[in-house]
């Protein structure tokens, strides 16, 4: 996918209102988006649609983004732990 500044339709300010904060720059994996967010949550998500697919509390907060391979993901989090889980 290539983005273009005519593809950028439009931005927010945002807000803790609108959800966890989000660090990590977005990861794209076959056909879905993922987003790790300081709330702990590894967010998946349809790049489309932008609707969410599922989600996985991981219990510590996200400040870098995933690793695939395989169907499986590998996450550190704030806890400084290794994770890795099954898509």
Known sequence: YEV?????????QYT?????NCQAPP????????VACTDGTLRR??????RLRDQVDLGSPLYTAPVFA???FWITP???HVVC???
């Open 4 to 12: 273009t500044a005519e593809a950028v339709t439009e931005g927010y």
């Open 16 to 20: 803790a209102e609108h959800g966890p």
């Open 70 to 72: 395989d169907n499986r």
């Open 85 to 87: 889980g099954s898509l």
């Open 45 to 50: 998500f349809n790049p489309h649609s932008g």
């Open 27 to 34: 990861v794209r994996y076959g056909d879905d988006l993922f």
């Open 78 to 80: 704030w806890s400084g």
